[in-house]
């Protein structure tokens, strides 16, 4: 079993820059694929973007496609997301997961751990 606890979320203005960390534990976290979830206040959690496990093949939710980026140091058992051009519609809690399956499922939200989650607040 994995362990994940996210850090790096904060208050920016809208245009900003903000990265999120995913550190894990208990496990490599080269077993897994990894993704990246939000959860506005109202709102469902949804999905915003994955990494496949060794290669890094990445997929993204089209609500953040050119202004996220996901990435991956397995060597530091970390997964980041730099988020750019943040927009006030990106305000929500940004969770980290991991999962059992492909990077592929990971987008239809088929996770097996998730962090605890970081708030990321956009402002006008």
């Known amino acids: 079993q994995v362990q994940l606890v996210e850090s790096g979320g904060g208050l920016v203005q809208a245009g900003g820059s903000l990265r999120l960390s995913c550190a894990a534990s208990g496990r490599t976290l080269s077993s897994y694929p990894m993704g990246w979830f939000r959860q506005a206040p109202g709102k469902e959690r949804e999905f915003v973007a994955a990494?496949?496990?060794?290669?890094?093949?990445?997929y993204y939710a089209d609500s953040v496609k050119g202004r996220f980026t996901i990435s991956r140091d397995n060597a530091k058992n970390t997964v980041y997301l730099q988020m750019n051009s943040l927009k006030l519609e990106d305000t929500a809690v940004y969770y980290c997961?991991?999962?059992?399956?492909?990077?592929?499922?990971?987008?239809?939200?088929?996770?097996?751990?998730w962090g605890q989650g970081t708030q990321v607040t956009v402002s006008s």
């Open positions: 997961a991991a999962s059992n399956r492909i990077a592929s499922r990971v987008a239809r939200g088929e996770v097996d751990y």
């Open positions: 990494i496949s496990r060794i290669v890094g093949t990445t």
